[in-house]
């Protein structure tokens, strides 16, 4: 499968479930792309540092490590200063932390939750960047009603 999407993409994210498949790391790592690896409360940084061995060993050294948040939208920042250790570029995902806090919190979709958290992070740790689910039109968005945000409060 990794063979056929590669003339097709430019970055390969691999799921927080799938961190540990030898298999698909190695076959995304010789397209020689990205490799984007989403960390949660499922994956250690001691196990994404085994990935990127892993991917390193395939000859690839472009790789970033995505981080969605604990299950209950929280922010480990244990986890997060031991994925700084590894020396690879963080991307906080905003969406998914915002997501999982509203199902389990029944936190109301609140525009300012991101950047509060996005601002906690950066403060901690350096962090490359940040993924955001956004839509220009909220109504017609078909993504998770509780964490929608407008592009209007980017």
């Known amino acids: 499968m990794v063979e056929l999407l590669s003339p097709h993409v430019e970055i390969f994210r691999i799921p927080s479930r799938l961190v540990r498949?030898?298999?698909?790391?190695l076959c995304a790592a010789k397209t020689q792309k990205i490799i984007a690896l989403e960390t949660d409360e499922r994956v250690s940084p001691k196990e994404v540092g085994l990935a990127l061995e892993k991917i390193k060993s395939a000859g690839n050294d472009k790789v970033v490590v995505v981080y969605s948040g604990e299950s209950k939208g929280e922010v480990d920042f244990t986890n997060l200063l031991g994925l700084e250790e590894?020396?690879?570029?963080?991307?906080?995902?905003?969406?998914?932390?915002?997501?999982?806090?509203?199902?389990?919190?029944s936190i109301p979709n609140?525009?300012?939750?991101?950047?509060?958290?996005?601002?906690?992070?950066?403060?901690f740790t350096p962090v490359a960047g940040y993924?955001?689910?956004t839509h220009?039109?909220?109504?017609?968005?078909?993504?998770?009603?509780?964490?929608?945000l407008s592009l209007i409060h980017i």
């Open 21 to 25: 498949q030898t298999d698909l790391l």
């Open 86 to 105: 590894l020396r690879l570029p963080i991307i906080v995902n905003l969406t998914r932390l915002q997501t999982r806090a509203s199902k389990v919190r």
């Open 110 to 123: 609140r525009h300012d939750f991101m950047g509060r958290v996005a601002k906690s992070t950066v403060a």
């Open 131 to 133: 993924e955001i689910i």
């Open 136 to 148: 220009n039109d909220i109504a017609r968005s078909l993504y998770e009603p509780k964490s929608r």
